[in-house]
């Protein structure tokens, strides 16, 4: 994960673009990215296919998504992994298995 941030930070220091790179531009670019992956569903009936083209072309947005993650992290300081790690025992918590299993209710509406 190191590496790919440095790559990331020196694709970015080459072309002048740190100056652009604020958590608030990093922020409209990672909503913006997200929704160009809904779009990729907008028409879709139901559990419509994906065709082998609407899967690259979703490839193509997550890896927008990821990049941008790694950025506004890196700036604001986060470290993703550790974060990320806690996440999954706070929701561990959060969503027993004997509680939710098989199910998409929400941990507030959990009996």
Known sequence: MKNLLNLLLEFRKVRDWEKFHTP?????????????????FQWKRGEEKLTKEEVGE??????????????????LGIDLLK??????????????INKV???????????
């Open 24 to 40: 608030r531009n990093l922020s409209i670019s990672l909503s913006i990215e997200a929704s160009e992956i809904l779009e990729k």
């Open 83 to 96: 974060v990320t790690s806690r996440k999954i025992k706070e929701n561990d918590k959060k969503y027993p």
């Open 58 to 75: 979703i490839s193509e947005e997550l890896a927008d998504v990821f990049i941008y993650t790694m950025l506004l992290s890196h700036s």
């Open 101 to 111: 299993k098989g199910i998409a209710t929400k941990y507030t509406k959990l009996k």
